[in-house]
């Protein structure tokens, strides 16, 4: 019989603790037999080697071939140019949907269940965009950029995910989580291809929540969410908070979802105070597990597992981090044993999960052909565009009256004129206050002055007029200025 192949990549810290610990379950469970862990090289020991990507070429095709991944938390290098190999590995494979579980546990002593507050929530992270990009710029002196890219593909990949995914689960209710209040374009873009997707499930019901109040619902009345997807960056503070709602990191498990590749890790990191001492909680990392098994559709010995560490936390199991101190504290080792001394068992404090009746299930795993080459995904609505303007970017310590003097002259014999000085998205020229501070980076922007008339060709006139700016100024960098279909494809400055 063949097994299915899992690329295994144990992790820094806690990881490999943590990781035999899980083995050990799934072994137990009849798990193992079926899968073959294929080990990769990842994480510390490899930046160390001086692979500042932090995994082997080896790794990253047993990746590509396998399409699964198991694997432990994995430690970023402070400082230095080393990006975190987790957001790396989510990125580069474009496992574009996070999916973090929350769930009430009997054991796990917290605020809600002593009041008896049942929480049973998804949160669908948009994995690949937002500030994640990481693209960071030093402007000036004084001024760091870091972009913030959201693009309409990349909004419909998790959006269409986590939709199919509520299904699955049979939810009432999806809410996107935003905030397009202010970042009108980004978060706007984030929320409207969401109520897009939205109408090709129209059993469910769709909301959308201001993050900011989002964080305060969740805190007040946690039960209201089933399911909250969000964009990257938001996605993964509100993901911790929920962590904290049902008793923190030791119990928030989550899937990478691709269409080609899956990576199935705990939210946690490396716990280095703990790393080394075989205390660790295993528990979020038996749960992401257990969602991979639901992914190759290994339903029947998920639930098996899943009833047993139900039934040990039920009875008091527990590790140092948690639980009701009059029990013993376990180690990692004592802890995972006491499921395995519970398979067969099931709860009876809280619902057991069905186990599936029929012969054993056996893995699968299907996926898309391997495509020749990198694809670009579009939306493909064939859009006109003009340009109207630009904006000129500027490193400069001079005062907005003197940044608009220079430019006024300066685009006097041009096709533009000055519209506007702005400073950190503030207007500070033709109005504004006295008392908006200016740091050493500018915004100057441009339009076509009346007579001329939008067009294609605006964008060399626009590398003209950049280039007779650069004459005299310190350009950072430039955006032009375009209407698609008739709208505007930018944002006005804060008091224009
Ligand atoms: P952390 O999650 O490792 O630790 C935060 C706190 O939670 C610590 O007090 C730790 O003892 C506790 N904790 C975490 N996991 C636990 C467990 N299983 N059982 C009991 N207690 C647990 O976060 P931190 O300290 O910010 O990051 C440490 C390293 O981990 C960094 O290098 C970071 O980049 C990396 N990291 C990796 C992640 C991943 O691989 N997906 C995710 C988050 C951080």
């Known amino acids: 019989m063949s097994k299915l192949?899992?690329?295994?990549?144990?992790?820094?810290?806690?990881?490999?603790?943590i990781m035999d610990a899980t083995l050990e379950l799934?072994?137990?469970?009849?798990?193992?037999?079926?899968?073959?862990?294929?080990?990769?090289?990842?994480?510390?020991?490899?930046?160390?080697?001086?692979?500042?990507?932090?995994?082997?070429?080896?790794?990253?095709?047993?990746?590509?071939?396998?399409?699964?991944?198991?694997?432990?938390?994995?430690?970023?290098?402070?400082?230095g140019g080393g990006k975190s190999i987790n957001v790396t590995l989510r990125k580069m494979f474009n496992a574009f949907a996070n999916v973090r579980t929350f769930k009430t546990l009997p054991g796990v002593h917290?605020?809600?269940?002593?009041?008896?507050?049942?929480?049973?929530?998804?949160?669908?992270?948009?994995?690949?965009?937002?500030?994640?990009?990481?693209v960071e710029h030093r402007l000036s002196n004084d001024m760091i950029q870091c972009k913030r890219l959201i693009s309409a593909p990349g909004c419909d990949e998790v959006h269409r995910f986590a939709w199919q995914h509520a299904r699955k689960l049979g939810l009432k209710k999806v809410f996107c989580g935003h905030k397009a209040n202010i970042m009108k374009m980004t978060d706007g873009l984030f929320l409207d291809r969401f109520k897009a997707a939205a109408r090709d499930f129209p059993e469910i019901e769709s909301a959308d929540v201001i993050v900011d109040a989002l964080c305060m619902n969740l805190v007040i009345r946690p039960q209201q969410y089933q399911m909250v997807v969000l964009p990257n960056l938001q996605g993964d503070i509100v993901s911790d908070l929920c962590a904290g709602l049902v008793g923190g990191l030791g119990f928030a498990p989550s899937a990478n979802i691709g269409k080609h590749i899956c990576l199935f890790e705990a939210v946690h990191g490396t716990a280095p105070d703990l790393a080394g001492k075989g205390i660790a909680n295993p528990t979020a990392l038996i749960l992401s597990g257990l969602m991979m098994l639901r992914h190759i559709g290994m339903l029947q010995q998920a639930a098996v597992i899943e009833n047993a560490l139900l039934t040990a936390l039920e009875q008091g199991v527990r590790t140092g981090d948690f639980g009701d101190t009059s029990k013993p504290v376990l180690g990692t080792r004592q802890y995972v044993q006491a499921i395995v001394e519970r398979l067969g068992s099931k709860p009876s404090s809280v619902a057991s999960v069905a186990v599936p009746e029929g012969p054993e299930t056996l893995p699968v795993f299907s996926r898309p052909p391997r495509p020749l080459s990198q694809q670009v995904i579009r939306t493909f609505s064939n859009v006109v565009r003009h340009v109207v303007g630009c904006d000129i970017y500027l490193d400069t310590p001079l005062?907005?009256?003197?940044?608009?003097?220079?430019?006024?002259?300066?685009?006097?014999?041009?096709?533009?004129?000055?519209?506007?000085?702005?400073?950190?998205?503030?207007?500070?020229?033709?109005?504004?206050?006295?008392?908006?501070?200016?740091?050493?980076?500018?915004?100057?922007?441009?339009?076509?002055?009346?007579?001329?008339?939008?067009?294609?060709?605006?964008?060399?006139?626009?590398?003209?007029?950049?280039?007779?700016?650069?004459?005299?100024?310190q350009v950072c960098s430039y955006e032009l200025l375009r209407v698609f279909d008739g709208v505007k494809g930018y944002s006005l400055a804060q008091g224009q």
């Open 399 to 473: 005062s907005p009256v003197s940044v608009a003097e220079e430019m006024q002259r300066i685009c006097e014999d041009t096709p533009f004129r000055l519209l506007l000085v702005s400073n950190r998205g503030t207007q500070v020229w033709p109005t504004g206050s006295v008392y908006t501070e200016c740091v050493d980076y500018y915004r100057v922007r441009f339009e076509l002055k009346d007579g001329h008339r939008p067009g294609d060709f605006g964008q060399a006139r626009c590398v003209a007029l950049l280039d007779k700016v650069a004459e005299k100024f």
């Open 110 to 134: 917290t605020v809600y269940s002593r009041a008896g507050v049942p929480i049973d929530m998804t949160i669908v992270r948009e994995n690949i965009e937002d500030t994640y990009g990481g």
């Open 5 to 17: 192949k899992i690329a295994l990549a144990k992790g820094d810290g806690i990881g490999p603790e």
């Open 26 to 79: 799934f072994a137990a469970a009849g798990v193992s037999k079926h899968l073959e862990y294929i080990p990769v090289e990842m994480g510390k020991s490899v930046f160390d080697a001086g692979n500042s990507r932090g995994m082997t070429e080896a790794a990253v095709k047993t990746v590509e071939d396998v399409g699964l991944v198991f694997k432990g938390p994995m430690e970023t290098p402070k400082g």
